[in-house]
């Protein structure tokens, strides 16, 4: 099929760019393929304008590509290495509108001038075959400013004033946080702080903050906070003590709850009558529900039962 042809010559652009090459021995076991089948994709890589060269060592042929990106190259990047960097391209747009996309745009210009016609060649046909569809992420077109603000504060360490406009609520409130961490995750990109008016660990949705005022109060982390410990309680966002959520999902739901990775403490009971059982342990009950509602009648709460009903905070 030209899918798998497509594949194996992504595969042997990868082998062939070590600097040691492989011989079609070596090839063939690695990609369990004739190798007539290995030298034919040889020559195809080769029409196509790939810099392949052979080498005899020792009475064996060993072919290799010659790598001329190598040489301009402040960090040596392989041509393949490249190549999958701006075949990434698609993956990045969740970042459209935030500082980080201008550079990411810049830096992938710059790879792609550097490609060969042939390479160009190769990712077309490749994209040709696979899509990337990201939704539900956010524009930060808006907030440029603020989330450099945030930044120049987090590795300086200097406590923020920050105007955030909840969701549910109408007015503009002002906080004192010390900014720990900008995270992205589920689409959107959110401010992990330590809260003076709370005396707790939050996070702050960064589209919904209106404007940072840095203080000159320098602040250390919390004593015992950790992120990643904070990171696998969230669900997706908000982190905390953890509580025992188990949720049943019908035989016709089922085999999509468990072929998916919904979270780091998940734990999947497969019943008898083809239903599934889901076991979190997560700190925010609220995102919980708002997630269920799309599942509907699919989804059936056995703990906590207050989790369907209105009194989630």
């Known amino acids: 099929m030209r899918g ?10 990868s082998l062939l760019s070590g600097r040691a090459g492989r011989s079609l021995d070596q090839i063939k076991g690695e990609l369990g393929v004739t190798k007539r089948t290995i030298q034919r994709d040889i020559d195809v890589l080769e029409a196509a304008g ?16 010659l790598d001329s990106t190598k040489e301009s190259a402040e960090l040596s990047f392989t041509l393949p290495e490249l190549m999958a960097l701006y075949f990434s391209r698609d993956l990045l747009k969740v970042l459209r509108g935030s500082p980080m996309q201008e550079a990411l745009d810049s830096a992938l210009q710059k790879i792609g001038a550097r490609l060969p016609a042939s ?35 987090i590795r300086r360490q200097l406590t923020v004033r920050i105007t955030h406009k909840p ?21 959107g990109l959110y401010l992990v702080v330590y809260d003076h008016g709370k005396s707790a660990i939050r996070t702050f949705a960064v589209e919904r903050i209106s404007g940072v005022s840095t ?5 250390e982390i919390q004593e015992g906070f950790d992120f990643e410990a904070f990171q696998r309680t969230a669900f997706p966002v908000h982190g905390g003590t953890p509580q025992l959520v188990r949720i049943r999902f019908s035989p016709d739901q089922a085999p999509y709850i468990m072929e998916r ?28 529900k708002r997630w ?6 699919d989804a059936e709460v056995l703990t906590p039962k207050n989790l369907n009903g209105d009194d989630i905070g």
């Open 50 to 65: 790939f810099p392949v060269i052979s080498q005899s060592r020792d009475g064996t042929v060993y072919w290799r590509l």
């Open 292 to 297: 269920l509602f799309g599942w509907g009648a």
């Open 167 to 187: 969701l549910k609520v109408p007015e503009v409130r002002t906080r004192i946080v010390d900014p720990y961490r900008l995270w992205y995750t589920g689409g």
């Open 119 to 153: 390479g160009h060649d190769l990712l077309r046909r490749l994209k040709e075959q696979t899509a990337v569809s990201v939704t539900g992420w956010k524009n930060y077109s808006k907030s440029s400013e603020t989330i450099s603000a945030l930044n120049r504060a």
């Open 215 to 219: 203080t000159n109060q320098r602040f």
């Open 4 to 13: 798998d042809q497509l594949i194996r010559q992504w595969k042997i652009v």
């Open 261 to 288: 990775h919904w979270h780091d403490s998940q734990k999947l009971y497969p019943q008898d009558n083809g239903s599934v059982i889901l076991e979190l342990q997560v700190a925010s009950l609220w995102e919980v």
